[in-house]
């Protein structure tokens, strides 16, 4: 059974989605990724192939004549289609790669490509046919007791039973606990030139309700990277204020509403409401917060602000996104409604502006704390959200609704102040009335496009009028496109600045778009990006 023919049919469509997998996606993939994407695709093209052959053989079995000149046609074309779709692929992948400003790979990468490619197929043939003959050896033991169709049936389902299990059992279950202990591990430990504070206005500081060992390894890093008084008023001329940063670890209370509760009086204790900017952070999974981001907005306000943050898990985001979603959510609404509550009972005259920012992951969690567009826009004086994931249920529904004639990747949604923006340059020409909502999410993130409809359903981000950094050689093809999109999730940080899921200083443009200081104008944003891009 394991050493049975191939199926032409399964072998056929085998060679189509093979080359296929070598057409570009959203972003470049290297060599051994490319390959591994080549053989599971592959694969995947010999699985439909023969269960279509299976379902034809139902109704007409070919003669061994016609299977035998139908291998001979394969064996004719594959290799010449093979070594087209390589050189192909090689052009593909170095004009992806000039067009992201990236190093062109080598041409030899090719060969290495196509080792990788053929291991992976043979490995996933060889478990398939290892899975049949274990499920037509229980049918043939069921077999002496009830009839050969449901004994056939019955083995197939103990078989998918007893795979799915061992999958979700023993690989899943002790991948994630062993991501997770790894991950606690890695929290507990200090980066390097991470110092404890010296003075009140942090988190762990002198006075601080937070111990410094329980903010963890991204909450450590969040509150001491905040640039100095010395470094603010280099760059504005002025003589400028301690920025308030303030945060919560996994370890300061067993709760969400603990936690959050804790960071609300830390405000309280540092003056944080007195500031002119209150912001807070929904971070990634592990507690990270992009510094880019929070050094971005105490430059532009001289340091008068207080950026507050808290953890919800050890996890990397990607994990934490497919395994325990409701973390964000749940954390992300106990902080923003704790913050949000305290500075809406403020007099309006007299309260900071109350900022908002999510990233990846932090974004659904911001978009489930207010549920709709109308409560995000009432909720805070500016919301600045990059690269939303394909569950976001608002950004879904403002896609959708979006104005006519307006783009996917850059869609208008005149009905509320809220802007999309593609390139962060593009959010330096608007007119009219400030936005309250901006989404910055570049034209190639695949965190933003990756969407598990791509296996079977053509996006709109590929129709008509493409994104700026979408090469105009990438097409939809079912299945095939779904996974080269989700290997570009790997590597979408990767990239040079302004593609992929990399924002970094183009977020000084968002926060210039939703909340300037008074007198900031587009030359200072332009050298504040210097600033921070150095």
């Known amino acids: 059974m394991v050493r049975c023919k191939l199926s032409v049919t399964g072998f056929g469509l085998s060679a189509v989605f093979y080359c296929l997998s070598f057409t570009p996606s959203l972003l470049p993939r290297p060599w051994f990724l490319q390959g591994v994407v080549a053989g599971l695709t592959g694969a995947i093209g010999y699985a439909v192939g023969t269960a279509l052959g299976a379902l034809v053989r139902m109704r007409w079995w070919p003669s061994r004549r016609v299977e035998r000149i139908a291998w001979h046609l394969l064996f004719a074309l594959l290799p010449v289609l093979i070594v087209a779709f390589l050189w192909l692929g090689t052009r593909w992948q170095r004009a992806l790669r000039v067009r992201l400003g990236m190093e062109p790979q080598q041409e030899y990468d090719a060969l290495r490509t196509v080792g990788i490619s053929l291991l992976t197929f043979g490995a996933l043939l060889l478990l398939a046919r290892l899975l049949r003959l274990a499920a037509h050896g229980i049918a043939r033991l069921l077999g002496q007791y009830v009839p050969e169709s449901a004994a056939y049936c019955a083995g197939f389902l103990v078989v998918t039973m007893l795979t799915y299990g061992a999958f979700d059992n023993l ?4 991948l994630y606990a062993t991501a997770d202990r790894s991950a606690a591990i890695t929290d507990s430990g200090t980066g390097r030139g991470v110092v404890r504070p010296g003075i009140v206005l942090r988190s762990g500081g002198p006075g601080s309700l937070v111990d410094w060992d329980s903010l963890g390894r991204q909450g450590r890093n969040f509150v001491a990277k905040a640039p100095s008084t010395e470094q603010l008023s280099a760059f504005s001329g002025r003589p400028a204020t301690e920025p308030i940063r303030l945060y ?4 300061a209370a067993d709760d969400e509403k603990s936690r959050a509760a804790i960071v609300v009086r830390e405000m309280d204790r540092t003056g944080a409401f007195d500031r002119a900017v209150v912001a807070v952070f929904t971070p990634t999974g592990t507690g990270w917060v992009d510094n880019n981001v929070t050094s971005s907005l105490e430059y532009m306000y001289d340091g008068d602000t207080a ?6 898990s050890y996890l990397p985001s990607w994990i934490s996104f497919w395994v325990d979603r409701d973390k964000v959510t749940d954390a992300s609404a106990a902080l923003i409604t704790a913050v949000h509550d305290r500075w809406a009972a403020m007099p309006p005259t007299s309260r900071p502006k109350l900022l908002i920012f999510g990233e990846s992951l932090g974004t659904y969690g911001t978009e489930k704390t207010f549920g709709s567009a109308e409560k995000m826009v009432e909720g805070a004086d500016g919301i600045l959200l990059e690269g939303p994931t394909f569950a976001n249920p608002i950004h879904q529904q403002l896609t959708r609704d979006r104005e006519p004639g307006s783009t996917v990747w850059d869609p208008r ?14 959010l330096r020409e608007l007119t009219g009335p400030r936005p309250k909502v901006v989404y910055m999410q570049n034209s190639s993130d695949p965190v933003v496009w990756w969407n598990p409809n791509l296996l079977w359903h053509q996006p709109g981000w590929l129709r008509g009028e493409r994104g700026p950094d979408v090469t105009p050689d990438m097409h939809w093809y079912p299945v095939v496109t779904f996974w080269q999109t989700m290997v570009d999730l790997i590597f979408a940080n990767k990239v040079p600045l302004g593609h ?35």
């Open 500 to 534: 992929g899921h990399v924002y970094k200083s183009g977020t000084v443009d968002g926060w210039a778009a939703v909340a300037p200081p008074p007198g900031w104008t587009v030359a200072d944003t332009i050298r504040l990006r210097a600033l921070i891009d150095q």
């Open 248 to 251: 919560a670890g996994l370890a």
């Open 413 to 426: 949604y005149d009905a509320l102040p809220i802007e999309f923006a593609s390139r962060a340059s593009e």
């Open 307 to 312: 950026l507050v943050s808290m953890q919800y």
């Open 171 to 174: 690989l899943v279950q002790n």
